[in-house]
């Protein structure tokens, strides 16, 4: 699947929705260090392409949970959900309230 012109999410997800080859992400925490994220070609293709259109997105932030909004797209291993969120974001509030930052923004002053 090619994404030859800027969909947003909404249209990202519909378009991999109708695919013979349906995307399945799993996010797990390896060590203390570093999280997992595992998929065939096709999953990390639909997670790209998410990424994308994030950045064109009015909204600056989006969440997939494996055990609630988003859960099709994840495998049953996946231990962890995504959340990704742009900077800056054009809100007055962050999308999920302050209490997802537990220290300032790079570039930000509190």
């Not at 947003?8 to 995307?23: C, F």
């Not at 060590?31 to 950045?55: K, M, P, W, Y």
């Not at 932030?61 to 959900?81: M, N, T, V």
């Amino acid at each position: 699947m090619r994404r030859d012109k800027k969909l947003p999410i909404n249209g990202v997800i519909d378009l991999y929705s109708r695919s013979a080859e349906k995307a399945k992400l799993t996010v797990r925490k390896l060590d203390r260090d570093t999280v997992l994220i595992e998929g065939t070609s096709n999953s990390l293709r639909f997670l790209a392409q998410i990424l994308l259109a994030l950045t064109e997105e009015q909204d600056c932030g989006f969440q997939l949970s494996p055990r609630g909004a988003g859960s099709a797209w994840f495998a049953k291993d996946a231990e962890l959900g995504i959340y990704l969120h742009r900077l800056p974001c054009v809100g007055k509030k962050p999308p999920q309230g302050r209490g997802i930052y537990k220290r300032p923004l790079r570039g930000k002053k509190s």
